[in-house]
């Protein structure tokens, strides 16, 4: 185990791999991908194109994806973590320079034919990269401030970039998610405490640099009526629709809202508004909570897994992906500003579908690696 | 190993934290969608249904002006127009700089659109540019990718087929200005006109009609789905006005170029046939907005074409007054007809000394050798004796110097001057005050519509009120029956005495308008001449023997007025003419009565009341 190509993995064979991997947890994601295409047909009006049939494609395209990479050892993941954390930097300063900024600044490149958002794979690197970081860690090396330096500059770096893009949303649920791997490698409280005391001061600075467009949504966002056919509107529009579902909904394809238009961005940023005008409160509830057990049976992974990579990446997804969850639906509802945040699985997109299908992918991996021995070599001496 | 048990211990604990604190936060999301969903349920579906009904007015066609016989003088005319959509355009200013490459703006149009782009919602389209040429709109249609947001659809503008013949009684419209929209946001519709003066403000809400609604469902970009329902608008009334288009023609065609003006009344019943005004102006240019260079020309030209003479311009009323002044001395008891006074040229009052009109005098004249004449002294007199007060009554009683009840906004009330005024403004009023009231001069002040109704009240001894509207939405108003007005109350026998002196005034020899005798037998009018003073005449200009006032710069000419009523003795038409400068009445303006009261007479009784129907054929053809 300590030299070779450990990716061929002569535990298990990969015929005992396929049967190891949580078919439960695909059965979740399939039903989020299922409750997405209802959602997606309603978004065009009651039909399959254009946005149901390509969603529910590109659904079949990540889950393949999804078990390749589960296949893949732990271990191999865990040397390529920080070679593919530098590519996803390479991309996020190159797409700065030449990338396409599409509706809301969301900048994005094209790479054979594929679109990507360079920041959503960022995050799934970073996770990477600080898990391999902390699983070399010694619970003692942990508590010395110096060893902390360097993954703290590896999240600032590219929230920087993200900052710079612009893209405030990412670039806020990038920051918290390296704060939230911090945490879990077991950093002490005081050291957040530390890092956390000049936010407020930093947000000043950072909003005196922000665009107007920016600076409107948060501006809005504490005060949506004062502009209610311009920045205000989309918020306004969403509780409308979410509102005028009540407890049980107006029923599938029934929206009046989300079909007359007036909910904008219905099939992405808006999609759960789209579901709590047609099914309700419970419609909503239930959404949230299958959205809910994904996260929890994604933090189940972690605990079950025995190495602290693994832990740490499975962790990191799932708290990624909760804090999509937690920023869209949050946003929709007016509680926090709107910031282009889609929700995964359910929202139309092709790059959010890719980069969420290889996340599942890595937790998966680590699931089916989950008792493999994976020490800690170079913690050693 | 051991330390992989602590840190993953520590991990477990934290990830169990994590978790917990992932479903209280999504706990409270939910709680949040309860409250929005179920608790606020119910205001935000009533929110959502207005959202998806979208209420739009429509604009109902704006009610025409016609004359008394029909014909149309204020109407509506098809326009093409393009008008700017703000939602259905991401750049409104590319779109109006591409527009303007295909047809120029100005910037204070461009300034308009803006301003009504920024007060206007989205949806509703404003008016980039109306009475669009067929060349332009063809051209608009053409570049249709390069303007977005711009259609060009039919809309109707004002028209007057007279154009400036009666630009100062039908007035003009204008588009609403913003405090008209905060009152009544139906003028926010593309092409409204909101008439601005004479009969087009006087009638304006039954002009306008009410607007029409329409209950669409829209999506968020505002394009219609489907019709919900629908409430039509009500068209705007029609205005049947007491004006004869050909007579008015009449009228201007006789005041010429001078600055002057005509107002012709049936005196029995006060309707106002022809109100001519000159200098006038074109109301169409009103519709679409007027440029800046024609306000400054108009407020900088002398001649004041944007004054309605007729009804707000005031005048010393000269000689036309002393039937007023008689019949204050007559009805007081005062004055009786066969009073005389010699007149010698001059009256002297104290050390003042007042000049007759005719340098060596009159003679000794009774009351209607007074009128025929138009002596001064003999007035100079009959002033004193009567006093100022018992005049200044008598002429309000024939509506000078009062707000007659006319329904032209903007007519000026002029003024009689009273010993309690004069003491009012810290003066005493001196005898020599009074004399040249006498002879209308002084502070009096009186429009030639008073003059033509002190004419008519004179002919009938009734209260005649003039007015313009006789027909509203096709019903007769009141006012049209001569049995409408009251009696002024004043004796045949003095109404007899000053009758009889205007006769003696046009058809006796010796009288002052000999030039205003009726060419045409059958009928005979009673008048009166008025020559006011502008500027005061010095005693050296007059006693150097030479004095001729035709001869003094145009400004500082008398006015000349005629007052007349005919037939004599069975009184129709009442007229006033009024000539700016024209020195003298019966030279300058008795003539012009003289011809106009002929075409009016030569109209009636047949051509006034039904007008056979080759004439209007003819006279549209020639339109």
Known sequence: MREGRIWRDTSLGIGAKVWQVNWLYVVLLCALAGVGYAALYSAAGGAAEPYASRHVLRFATGLVLMIGIALVDIRFIARLAWPSYCVALVLLVLVMRYGIVGKGAQRWIELGGLQIQPSELMKITLVLALASWFHRASWERIGNPLFLIPPLVAVLVPVGLIVKEPNLGTAVITATLGAAMFFAAGVRWWKFLLVALPVPFAAQIVYGHLHDYQRARIDTFLQPESDPLGAGYNIIQSKIALGSGGMWGKGFLQGTQGHLDFLPERQTDFIFTMIGEEFGFVGCVAVMALLGLIVLGGMAIALRCRHQFGRLVAFGIASNFFLYVFANIAMVMGVIPVGGVPLPLLSHGGSAMITAMIGFGLLMSVYVHRDVEFSEVRDAG | ?623
């Open chain 2, 1 to 623: 190993m051991r330390r992989d048990i602590r840190r993953s211990g520590v991990f477990t604990r934290r990830a169990l934290l994590m978790m917990g604190g992932q479903v209280a936060l999504l706990g409270g999301l939910a709680a949040r969608l309860y409250q929005v969903q179920v608790v606020d349920g119910t205001r935000y579906a009533t929110l959502a249904e207005e959202n998806r009904v979208s209420t739009r007015l429509i604009a109902p066609p704006r009610g025409r002006m016609l004359d008394r016989f029909g014909i149309v003088v204020a109407g509506n005319r098809l326009n093409w127009r393009a008008l700017l959509v703000a939602e259905q355009t991401s750049d409104t200013t590319t779109t109006l700089d591409n527009f303007s490459r295909i047809v120029p703006l100005a910037d204070y149009e461009r300034a308009r659109i803006e301003r009504e782009l920024h007060r206007h919602r989205s949806f509703i389209p404003t008016v980039v540019r109306e009475f669009l040429s067929w060349e332009e709109m063809a051209a608009i249609e053409v570049s249709a990718p390069d303007l977005p947001g711009i259609l060009v659809d039919v809309g109707t503008s004002r028209i007057y087929p007279f154009g400036d013949q009666l630009a100062h009684v039908a007035g003009y419209v204008a588009p609403p200005t913003e405090a008209d929209v905060a009152d009544d946001p139906a003028l926010a519709l593309p092409g409204i006109r909101v008439g601005r003066t004479g009969l087009e403000k006087q009638h304006d809400l039954d002009l306008r009609g009410s607007a029409g609604a329409v209950q669409l469902e829209v999506n968020a970009l505002g394009r219609v789905i489907r019709e919900l329902d629908r409430q039509e608008g009500v068209a705007g009334e029609d205005v049947g006005l007491t004006i004869d288009v050909a007579l008015q023609q009449t009228v201007l065609g006789r005041l010429g170029d001078e600055c002057a003006s005509c107002v012709v009344l049936d005196c029995r019943n006060g309707e106002v046939l022809a109100m001519g005004t000159n200098p006038s102006f074109d109301p169409a240019l009103f519709n679409a907005g007027v440029a800046q260079a024609q306000w400054t020309e108009w407020a900088q030209d002398k001649r004041t074409p944007l004054l309605n003479r007729a009804a707000a311009g005031v005048y010393a009323p000269g000689s036309t007054f002393k039937m007023a002044v008689a019949m204050a001395g007559l009805e007081s008891g005062i004055v009786s007809p066969g009073d005389t006074v010699h007149c010698p040229g001059y009256f002297d009052l104290g050390n003042a000394r007042f000049h007759c009109w005719r340098q060596g005098g009159h003679g000794t004249l009774d009351l209607r050798g007074g009128l025929k004449n138009s002596c001064d002294v003999y007035f100079y007199e009959t002033a004193r004796r009567v006093g100022i007060d018992r005049i200044a009554a008598m002429a309000h009683r024939f509506g000078l110097g009062t707000e007659l009840a006319i329904d032209l906004p903007g007519a000026r009330s002029g003024f009689i001057p009273t010993r309690e005024w004069r003491i009012s403004q810290g003066h005493a009023w001196n005898a020599g005050d009074t004399v040249v009231s006498g002879i209308g001069q002084g502070y009096i002040q009186v429009t030639p519509l008073q003059l033509a109704t002190y004419a008519a009240r004179v002919a009938t001894g009734r209260e005649v009120q003039p007015h313009l509207t006789r027909k509203l939405g096709g019903v007769l108003q009141s006012g049209s029956q001569a049995a409408d007005w009251p009696s002024l109350n004043l004796s045949d026998r003095s109404l007899h005495v000053v009758r009889e002196g205007m006769w003696a005034v046009v058809n006796e020899p010796g009288g002052t308008a000999p030039s205003a005798k009726l060419t045409d037998q059958r009928w005979q009018m009673a008048g009166k001449t008025g020559s006011s003073q502008v500027r005061r005449v010095s005693r050296e200009q007059r006693e150097g023997g030479h004095f001729d006032s035709s001869k003094l710069p145009w400004e500082f000419r008398p006015h000349a007025l005629f007052v007349a009523y005919a037939p004599y003795d069975d009184p129709h038409y009442a007229l006033s003419v009024v000539v700016e400068h024209g020195n003298a009445g019966a030279a300058a303006a008795a003539p012009i009565a003289r011809d106009i009261m002929t075409a009016a007479l030569q109209r009636d009784p047949a051509g006034r009341d039904a007008l056979p129907g080759a004439q209007v054929a003819e006279r549209e053809a020639t339109r």
